[in-house]
């Protein structure tokens, strides 16, 4: 696969739609000029990857739109150097994005088949995140506190152990919701391991599943 001059002008073209729709952030809109969203979905939809759409991503999973990845990772206000545990690496995109941030990067994956293909890709683009086959819901014990959390699948409720696994000063980003539609939650926790809650609008997101990893 090729990253020509073709893909990074539909790249900018994409970072002045994620700023016309609020995206300020100066170090997200540079990570989205820099990483090849081609390369993280199928060849048939090449064309398209630079406009603000999901696609299928095999398993039944989708890649989330650019804006989502931008917003969520605004939210996150990433310093270099943060230890950010992702849950629902997918197709590996956002993962990226947090990899060019600076931060350092654990994410989860309970599809098999997602995890085998986003563990392949990311060392190819020179990305290398620690991956895990697993069940977000239960964070990851061995490598906590985390700086920062993000959840990229809609969640039924805040799973207790991503707070618990949260740093004081820290902060978890989760779309919380059953249905079709979640609304989006940030958590910081207060250097005295105090709670807050605030509510970012309503976003769409393929739901969280609960039962382990098969
Ligand atoms: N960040 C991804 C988003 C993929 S969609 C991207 O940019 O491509 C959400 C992902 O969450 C899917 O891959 C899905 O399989 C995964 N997921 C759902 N429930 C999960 C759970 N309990 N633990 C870990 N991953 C989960």
């Not at 990845?69 to 849950?87: H, N, R, W």
């Not at 600076?102 to 563990?119: M, N």
């Not at 539609?181 to 969280?208: A, C, N, W, Y």
Request: aromatic share 10%.
């Amino acid at each position: 696969m090729e990253d020509s001059y073709k893909h990074k002008g539909m790249r900018k073209q994409l970072v002045e739609t994620l700023q016309n729709k609020g995206i300020q952030n100066k170090e997200v809109l540079e990570a989205f000029m820099v990483v090849p969203r081609h390369f993280f979905l199928d060849k048939a939809f090449t064309e398209q990857a630079y406009t603000n759409m999901a696609f299928q991503i095999g398993a039944d999973q989708t890649i989330s739109h650019p804006y989502t990845v931008a917003f969520q990772s605004t939210m996150l206000e990433i310093s270099k150097g943060d230890k950010v545990l992702e849950i629902g690496t997918g197709s590996g995109f956002q993962t990226a994005i947090l990899c060019e941030l600076g931060a350092k990067v654990f994410s989860i994956e309970r599809q098999k088949e997602l995890f085998l293909k986003t563990r392949h890709l990311l060392p190819k683009l020179g990305y290398s995140p620690k991956l895990k086959y697993g069940d977000g819901y239960e964070g990851w014990e061995s490598f906590a506190p985390f700086d920062k959390i993000i959840v990229t699948c809609g969640a039924p409720y805040i799973p207790q152990k991503l707070v618990e696994q949260l740093k004081p000063n820290g902060k978890l980003i989760i779309p919380v919701g059953e249905g079709s539609q979640q609304e989006m939650i940030l958590i910081t926790k207060s250097s005295e391991g105090e709670i807050k809650q605030t509510r970012e609008g309503v976003f769409s997101f393929v739901p969280m599943l609960k039962n382990t990893a098969k």
